[in-house]
């Protein structure tokens, strides 16, 4: 299995880390989500001079992550119309496509949902493009696996912390469930998590203070069918 990952932030270094899988980022390739040509970055010419995929496996970890930003077209272009892109070349070169998507798609939810629950985000240009391309990906995508999370750095540890449950970890802990589904080659929408947790867990020295009334309180999920997937492999 070849496998490239798209995006060379905290959750791509920490996969590139464990697996040593390829990568492309802005940084390293002067790729861009909105401007690039994905013929450029994921195709190559084989043995035989035929245009072919480079790898098996792309997984997806762009995203504009300013989560309460008030700027709908930036969100929309890197989290819905890039997803977009990327499913349209999947599709066309036989490619599974892994994209990272968010636990705060079930915001609103009353309680922990399952994968076959109807999220409900929140009102966040955030949460509802990244539910948009989860919906897309169902719908058009032949052959995929998304992976609802939330994920912090390694070294977390801000002065306060707000007063929020998840079902979130550092990354560390978490990219190693991503791995394990890629490699076992699981397909479908999974909620990837270690447990619920709340923010002052992964950062207990922190101060914890209430949160901002637009800030969702408790984003946690189910995580059974993560569980079967871990037991079964």
């Known amino acids: 299995m070849k496998v490239v990952i798209l995006g060379h932030g905290i959750l791509g270094r920490e996969?590139?880390?464990?697996?040593?899988?390829?990568?492309?980022?802005?940084?390293?390739?002067?790729?861009?989500?909105?401007?690039?040509?994905?013929?450029?970055?994921?195709?190559?010419?084989?043995?035989?001079?035929?245009?072919?995929?480079?790898?098996?496996?792309?997984?997806?970890?762009?995203a504009n992550t300013n989560s309460y930003s008030d700027d709908h077209a930036q969100h929309m272009a890197i989290?819905?119309?890039?997803?977009?892109?990327?499913?349209?070349?999947?599709?066309?070169?036989?490619?599974?496509?892994?994209?990272?998507?968010?636990?705060?798609?079930?915001?609103?939810?009353p309680f922990p949902p399952k994968e076959t629950d109807l999220p409900l985000p929140n009102n966040s240009h955030y949460?509802?493009?990244?539910?948009?391309?989860?919906?897309?990906?169902?719908?058009?995508?032949?052959?995929?696996?998304?992976?609802?999370?939330?994920?912090?750095?390694?070294?977390?540890?801000?002065?306060?912390?707000?007063?929020?449950?998840?079902?979130?970890?550092?990354v560390s802990n978490i990219a190693p469930l991503v791995i394990h589904l890629i490699k076992t080659n699981q397909i479908g929408v999974y909620n990837v998590g270690t447990g619920d947790k709340s923010l002052t867990d992964l950062s207990p020295h922190s101060n914890v203070i209430d949160p901002?009334?637009?800030?969702?309180?408790?984003?946690?999920?189910?995580?059974e069918k993560l569980q079967k997937a871990l037991e079964q492999s």
């Open 15 to 62: 996969l590139r880390s464990k697996t040593q899988w390829d990568v492309i980022s802005r940084k390293a390739d002067n790729f861009d989500a909105e401007e690039s040509d994905l013929d450029d970055f994921l195709l190559h010419t084989n043995e035989e001079g035929v245009l072919s995929a480079k790898h098996d496996v792309v997984v997806n970890c762009i």
């Open 79 to 109: 989290n819905f119309f890039f997803v977009q892109r990327l499913v349209d070349f999947c599709n066309q070169h036989s490619i599974k496509l892994v994209h990272i998507s968010t636990e705060f798609v079930y915001a609103e939810n």
């Open 127 to 170: 949460a509802k493009s990244k539910l948009l391309a989860d919906y897309y990906l169902s719908l058009f995508s032949k052959e995929y696996l998304v992976c609802r999370l939330l994920h912090k750095k390694n070294d977390f540890n801000p002065e306060n912390v707000w007063d929020c449950q998840t079902s979130g970890d550092l």
């Open 212 to 223: 901002p009334e637009h800030v969702p309180k408790d984003t946690r999920m189910n995580l």
